[in-house]
């Protein structure tokens, strides 16, 4: 890592410069810094540089490295990016600020019992499966706005946004947009898409949360 500093000034740079050009809204843009696979000390630069929001995938590797820095910095907000198991509903709702992956009622039940039990309340986002793709998680975009009430009236749960990964490969745009209309009818706010290589577009089409990992850290191993 050579410069966490100058990598996070130009996708700060660049987020400001989409946000501008093809908005408001979102009124701001949250850049969550994807540390995945990247031990505590790749980190530390970026919490060094002011960065405090990011995102991990497996609930695991993240126990093992953010309780030691939140020793060390104040203020990080931990987001859940990667798919949740049940059994391990007690770890997320300890460990993150916000769980971005909620795509089922088991799961939306099991999180609800922990933030009874823990007295915390993680902010939550429903995952959908924008692409309808087998190897990707999510609940399927014709569910999804009835998955939200679920949440709210069968879970006791709020919902605050949605997340998608569009399928490789193919231009994102219209799944991007497909979401935010799917946000709309749902009630919710926030909006959880683009990655490194497609977050000015899902920019343009209302993103309020980008996930930035290799752009900020480099290529994972
Ligand atoms: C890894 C990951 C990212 C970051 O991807 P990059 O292309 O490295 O920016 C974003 N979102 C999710 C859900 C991920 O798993």
Redesign the pocket.
């Known amino acids: 890592m050579d410069n966490a500093a100058e990598r996070l000034d130009i996708i700060r740079t660049r987020i400001e410069r989409a946000r501008r050009r093809f908005g408001p809204p979102p009124e701001t843009v949250t850049l969550?810094a994807?540390s995945?696979t990247f031990p505590a000390a790749a980190i530390v630069p970026f919490l060094e540089a002011g960065q405090r929001v990011f995102?991990e995938?497996r609930v695991q590797e993240a126990e093992a490295k953010w309780p030691g820095l939140r020793t060390s910095y104040d203020g990080i907000e931990l987001h859940l990016?990667?798919p949740l198991q049940s059994n391990k509903a007690r770890e997320a709702v300890a460990l993150f600020d916000v769980i971005?992956t909620v795509d089922r009622d088991k799961i939306a039940g099991a999180l609800k019992a922990e933030m009874v039990r823990q007295g915390r309340t993680p902010r939550l986002l429903v995952q959908v499966n924008i692409g309808l793709e087998p190897q990707k998680a999510g609940i399927a975009p014709a569910e999804a706005v009835a998955f939200v009430a679920r949440c709210r009236d069968v879970h006791g749960l709020t919902i605050d946004g949605l997340?998608a990964?569009p399928p490789d490969g193919v231009p994102p745009g219209p799944y991007f947009a497909q979401l935010a209309i799917l946000a709309r009818e749902a009630g919710v706010a926030l909006l959880s898409m683009g990655?490194?290589?497609d977050?000015e577009t899902a920019i343009a089409m209302g993103a309020t949360h980008v996930?930035?990992?290799?752009?900020?850290?480099g290529h994972?191993g």
């Open positions: 969550v994807v995945k995102g995938n990016i990667g971005e997340m990964i990655m490194s290589g977050f996930r930035v990992g290799s752009a900020l850290f994972r």
